[in-house]
Nanobody, 122 residues
Framework: QVQLVESGGGLVQAGGSLRLSCAAS????????MGWFRQPPGKEREFVAA????????YNQDSVKGRFTISRDNAKNTVYLQMNNLKAEDTAVYYC???????????????WGQGTQVTVSS
C-alpha cells in the first residue's frame, strides 16, 4: 500500500513556474514507477509525465515537453514536477500516482493522491 500527498499548487501568472511535490508513505515506494496526471476544468484526466523506479527514464506528454520536468528522490520518498513557462491551458488539478509500469493511461496506476490545484492566469 502506498499513500500519496501532493503539494505545491497555487495561482501563478502565465510564464511563471511552480514545483509540485508528491510525498509517499509505504515501504514499497521505490519499487513503483510514478506518474503525474492532470484534470482541466470540465475535461478528462490526462497524462502529463512519468518516471521509472530509478529515475533514469522519463516520459512527457508532447504539450509539456521542454517546459515540465519530472524527477524523484527515493531517499526522501518524493516525486517532483517542475513546471516552467506555464500557460493558461496548464490550469488543472494535478495528481500524482504510483503505477505498475511507465504507462500513459490512468488505469495503469494503482495509487493516487488527492490532487493539488494549479491555476495559471493569462
Amino acid at each position: 500500500q502506498v499513500q500519496l500527498v501532493e503539494s505545491g499548487g497555487g495561482l501563478v501568472q502565465a510564464g511563471g513556474s511552480l514545483r509540485l511535490s508528491c510525498a509517499a508513505s509505504g515501504r514499497a515506494y521505490s519499487s513503483y514507477p510514478m506518474g503525474w496526471f492532470r484534470q482541466p476544468p470540465g475535461k478528462e484526466r490526462e497524462f502529463v509525465a512519468a518516471i521509472n523506479r530509478s529515475g533514469g527514464n522519463t516520459y512527457n506528454q508532447d504539450s509539456v515537453k521542454g517546459r515540465f520536468t519530472i524527477s524523484r528522490d527515493n531517499a526522501k520518498n518524493t516525486v517532483y514536477l517542475q513546471m516552467n513557462n506555464l500557460k493558461a491551458e496548464d490550469t488543472a488539478v494535478y495528481y500524482c500516482a504510483a503505477g505498475y509500469g511507465l504507462g500513459l493511461r490512468a488505469d495503469e496506476y494503482a495509487y493516487w493522491g488527492q490532487g493539488t490545484q494549479v491555476t495559471v492566469s493569462s
